[in-house]
C-alpha cells in the first residue's frame, strides 16, 4: 500500500500560495522559529493571511529539537487566546513536529503523550481520535520530510518518541525553495544528510514497496549529487535539496524507518538529529549487510543507482560523504565516561522502539549496545 495525504504546492515563491490556502479560515496560527522572523518570511506569511481577510497570530521563537514541555507551555495560549481554526507551521522539522502535537492535544484536550505515542515496540499505544483543525506544513529546512509524514517526534526527558498518525500529516505542503537558501551550511549540512538517512532506511525496510522506491532512490541520488554543493550554498543546489526532502519523507511516511532512526532518537541528548544519523548510518548498514541477504541486496541496488556495485561500496560511498562535509565524531560531541554511563539505557530503549521491526534485521540489546560503542571509538 501507498498513501500520501498532502496536496503538495511547489516552485520559487510558493509561499503566495498561502494566500490562496487560508481563504474562508478567521484565525490563522503561525507557528514559527527565530530565523524565519529574521529572514523576513513570517511577515511575508502574516501578509499574504491578512490578504486573505484572516486574523493571524504568531509564535516566533520555538526551539530546536522540541521536547513535550515546549507543546505543554504553548496549549493553554491556544485554547484561550489564540483560539485558531487553520495552524501554519513555517520553519524546519521541529517548528512542524511541535504543530502536529500541538494539534493533537488542541483538538483532543483529552489525550496524553504517553498514552498515544510510541514509547515500546510491545505495548500499543491508543489511536488518536479524529482532528478537526487543518494543518499547512512550510519547511525552510531540508531534511526531516515533516511536511509529508504522520509523525511528530518530541523529546520526554533525553530521549525521543514518535506519535504517528495520518491525522497529523499535514494537508498542505508549500516548498519555496527561497526558504532553505537562508540555512547556515551546518544546518543545511545536518538536514541534508536526515534526508539520505531516510532515504536508505526507507528503502531497505521491511515495508518498502516499489512506491516508495522510487522516492527513496530519487531521493538518495539527489542528496549524493547536490548535498555538498547545497552545503556550500549554491541556490540550485539548495532547491533540489529541498524537493528530495520531501520525496524522501513520503517514502518513509509508506516505507518508515529502521535501526538508525532507533538509535538516534534514543540518543537525542548529544546532538542535532540528522548529524546523528549520519554518525550511526555506516555501523548499521555494516550490520544489517552481514546479516541479512535481503539489506545486502537492496544497498548494492541503490549502490548501482550511484554508479558503484556492492553494499560494501555503499557503506564506502557514505563514510567518505561524512568526512568530505566534515561530520564530526561521535567522542568530539560526547565524552566518554558520559557516554558510556548511559550506552546500556540507550540500547534497552532503542530494542524496545517502535521502528525496529521494520529493520531489515531485529537486533538483541546487546547488539545495539556494540553499535553505540563502535560509532563513539570508531571501529
Ligand atoms: N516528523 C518527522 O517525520 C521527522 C523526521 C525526521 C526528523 N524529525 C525531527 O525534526 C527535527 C530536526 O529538524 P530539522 O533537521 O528540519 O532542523 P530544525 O531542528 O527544525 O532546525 C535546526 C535549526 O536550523 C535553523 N533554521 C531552520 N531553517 C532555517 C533557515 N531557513 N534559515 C536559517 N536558519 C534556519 C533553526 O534556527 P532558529 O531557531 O534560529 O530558527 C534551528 O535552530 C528533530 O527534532 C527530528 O527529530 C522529524
Ligand atoms: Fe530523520
Do not use: H, M, N, Y
Given at each position: 500500500m501507498f498513501q500520501l495525504k498532502t496536496r503538495i504546492i511547489e516552485g520559487e515563491g510558493s509561499l503566495k500560495a498561502l494566500s490562496r490556502e487560508v481563504k474562508g479560515y478567521e484565525r490563522v496560527l503561525i507557528l514559527s522559529s527565530s530565523s524565519m522572523k529574521r529572514h523576513g518570511f513570517l511577515g511575508e506569511a502574516e501578509d499574504y493571511v491578512r490578504e486573505a481577510g484572516a486574523e493571524v497570530f504568531s509564535v516566533t521563537d520555538l526551539p530546536a529539537e522540541p521536547g513535550v514541555e515546549t507543546v505543554e507551555e504553548l496549549l493553554p495560549k491556544l485554547r484561550?487566546?489564540?483560539?485558531?481554526?487553520l495552524l501554519v507551521a513555517l520553519g524546519g522539522g521541529s517548528v512542524i513536529d511541535t504543530a502536529k502535537a500541538l494539534k493533537v492535544f488542541y483538538d483532543a484536550?483529552?489525550?496524553k503523550f504517553e498514552e498515544i505515542a510510541f514509547i515500546d515496540r510491545f505495548s500499543r499505544p491508543k489511536p488518536i481520535p479524529k482532528l478537526k483543525t487543518p494543518l499547512i506544513a512550510i519547511p525552510s529546512t531540508s531534511g526531516a520530510g515533516s511536511e509529508v509524514s504522520a509523525s511528530s517526534v518530541l523529546k520526554k526527558g533525553e530521549v525521543k518518541y514518535n506519535i504517528v498518525s495520518?491525522?497529523?500529516?499535514?494537508?498542505v505542503a508549500i516548498l519555496d525553495p527561497r526558504l532553505p537558501r537562508t540555512m547556515p551550511g551546518e544546518v543545511a549540512r545536518n538536514s541534508g544528510l536526515d534526508v539520505l538517512v531516510h532515504g536508505i532506511e526507507a528503502y531497505t525496510t521491511?515495508?518498502?514497496?516499489p512506491f516508495s522506491d522510487t522516492m527513496a532512490i530519487n531521493a538518495i541520488k539527489t542528496v549524493y549529487r547536490w548535498l555538498p554543493l547545497s552545503v556550500k550554498g549554491d541556490e540550485e543546489a539548495r532547491a533540489r535539496v529541498h524537493y528530495a526532502a520531501t520525496m524522501a519523507g513520503i517514502a518513509f511516511l509508506n516505507a518508515r524507518l529502521g535501526l538508525c532512526h532507533a538509535m538516534s532518537h534514543k540518543a537525542?541528548?548529544?546532538?542535532?538529529h540528522g548529524l546523528l544519523n549520519a554518525i550511526f548510518i555506516p555501523y548499521v548498514m555494516e550490520f544489517n549487510a552481514e546479516r541479512s541477504e535481503y539489506a545486502r541486496r537492496r544497498y548494492a541496488e541503490i549502490a548501482r543507482e550511484l554508479g558503484f556495485n556492492t553494499a560494501k561500496d555503499l557503506i564506502e560511498v557514505v563514510k567518505e560523504l561524512n568526512e568530505m562535509l566534515k561530520v564530526p565524531r561521535l567522542s568530539e560531541l560526547v565524552d566518554e565516561e558520559t557516554f558510556v554511563s548511559k550506552v546500556e539505557e540507550m540500547a534497552n530503549k532503542a530494542y524496545r522502539d517502535g521502528l525496529i521491526p521494520f529493520n531489515p534485521v531485529e537486533p538483541k540489546p546487546e547488539e545495539i549496545r556494540e553499535l553505540y560503542l563502535r560509532a563513539f571509538y570508531g571501529r
Open positions: 484561550e487566546e489564540f483560539q485558531p481554526d484536550p483529552e489525550v495520518l491525522e497529523i500529516a499535514p494537508d521491511k515495508a518498502a514497496s537525542a541528548w548529544i546532538g542535532p
